[in-house]
């Protein structure tokens, strides 16, 4: 008896190693294994076919953004639209038919910053990758980080733009530079570095460690001009620079008499350098003075 039992266990063991293995990727290294494994079982990525990933092969800018929303779970729960958003509104050569349109569509709704007239097809360069990471990463809160600076050995080949959101990617510990210091940001990246940095981003975030992002309270006055308009000013209030700003995106006119103004705000941005003089950001617009004045950010549309 004692033998039989012995055999079952092995023989569960082994099935069990089998099993595990099966869904594995036989061509994914060790050093990646765990990153590949863990965003293929939450459906962020997918191999080629059942066995093999190619990490060694390269990954599209289309490749990335589907791979950056999806990993940190970024979406328009939140939003409401008066019309369907279609990626057709945002960018010049991404079709609304193509299969990576709504993650387009999300990306731009979340604040990331991509250009108009992206190349969806173009293959990503680090550089570029770890910069859309990270500002994907910060808009799902605020991370304590360490400030100081790592020396990068080849920083005169980052774009300028990028410079702050690498030296962050490298603190934040997702990214590493070489034995030698260089971080390489013109070189094309792979598939299996691009799921080890969303991996370690999404651990980062299911770390706990964001703290709430803070909601701006934006004061708004409306003042009589005549007896026909009324001029509606918002305010954030004084800042220490220029790079902060709030604009008006709309005015939506209720049946009930309410004029709702949307308005989105603007901070600075961490790669540019700006003079330090206290600045109201304000912004002003015009309403007739038969309608009651609201506001709501831009995307809150109910």
Known sequence: M???ATITAATLLISSLSFSSAFAF???DAAQSEAVSA???RGV???IDNEHFVPKGKISYAQSVQMIVKGLNLNLDTLRFVKQPLASDSYSNVPNDAWYANAFIIAHYNGLEIPKDVNPNAVITREQFGDLLVRALEKKGNFPLIKMFIQV???EQITPGYQGSLQRLLLYKIAALDSNGNFYPKSELTRGEAASWVY???????GNTALPAPVEQVAVTVEKVNDNVNKVTLT?????NAGYGIAITGIRFEQDGRAVVTYTLRDPKPDEMYADVITEAKTVTYVSANYK???EPAGDAK
């Open 2 to 4: 004692k033998k039989i």
């Open 26 to 28: 036989s061509d994914v």
């Open 39 to 41: 965003l293929k079982d």
């Open 45 to 47: 990525v997918s191999g």
């Open 153 to 155: 050995k080849d920083e």
């Open 200 to 206: 370690k981003a999404m651990r980062k975030l299911d």
């Open 236 to 240: 954030r209030g004084e800042k220490p």
């Open 293 to 295: 004045v609201e506001t």
